[in-house]
């Protein structure tokens, strides 16, 4: 079925260094590809997104890459802070037979001072 | 702007009871929602796709008979757990799609639900 694997589990990353997450999807028809910010006890805050005719995407800190060949998607976090530790969760939408997404496991991102 | 709220936030009812959660999306409107089940350390895992007007879609082996969702209008769905169990704590969060849009989807705050 449908799937998308996200590494690492877990993330540890002194401040000011940067952090990469990546992800990979199964299912082909997928065409639009979030990544969402979870602090604890909240809802999931969309942080930025991609659309599968574009490679890349910026803004300020944080940039999406997206290879559509390998179906492989990934954020990268420069001049990490403190108040960037949370959850990140990546997924892979598609509009076709209705909006779905699957989401990725998630992130823990822990950033040190 | 794309405000989902939820309410409540937190509920805690008895076994055999039943809880209404309410989303609502305040400075849009939404022609989609989604219900979403999130367990403690894990990912969210989509119980159902609501549509303004018409009956809610279900992900396979979530029982609508016991997770009653109702999208009255463009800016309100509402969940109801029937006959709550212990094992229905979860933490509970919706999701709305505005109307001009085929892609986004902004999320409520959740709602956390202890079943006793």
């Known amino acids: 079925g449908e799937n998308v694997e996200q590494h690492p589990s877990t993330l540890s990353v002194q401040e000011g260094d940067s952090a990469v997450i990546k992800c990979t999807y199964s299912?082909?028809?997928?065409?639009?590809f979030p990544w969402y910010k979870q602090e604890l006890g909240k809802g999931p805050q969309l942080i930025i997104d991609i659309r599968s005719n574009v490679g890349e995407k910026k803004d300020q800190r944080i940039a999406v890459t997206l290879n559509k060949t390998a179906k492989h998607f990934s954020l990268h976090i420069t001049e990490t802070q403190p108040e960037d530790s949370a959850v990140y969760f990546c997924?892979?939408?598609?509009?076709?037979?209705?909006?779905?997404?699957?989401f990725g496991a998630g992130t823990r991102l822990f950033v040190k001072a | 702007g794309a405000v989902v709220s939820q309410h409540p936030s937190w509920v805690i009812c008895k076994s055999g009871t039943s809880v209404k959660i309410e989303c609502r999306s305040l400075d849009f409107q939404a022609t989609t929602m989604f219900w979403y089940r999130q367990f403690p350390k894990q990912s969210l895992m989509l119980m159902a796709t609501s549509n303004e007007g018409s009956k809610a879609t279900y992900e396979q082996g979530v029982e609508k008979d016991k997770f009653l969702i109702n999208h009255a209008s463009l800016t309100l769905s509402t969940l109801t757990v029937t006959s709550a169990h212990p094992e229905d704590s979860s933490f509970y969060i919706c999701?709305?799609?505005?109307?001009?849009?085929?892609?986004?989807?902004?999320f409520g705050p959740g709602t956390r639900l202890t079943v006793t």
């Open positions: 299912d082909s028809a997928s065409n639009y």
């Open positions: 997924a892979a939408g598609k509009v076709a037979g209705g909006f779905k997404t699957i």
């Open positions: 999701s709305a799609q505005p109307r001009d849009t085929n892609y986004e989807q902004y």
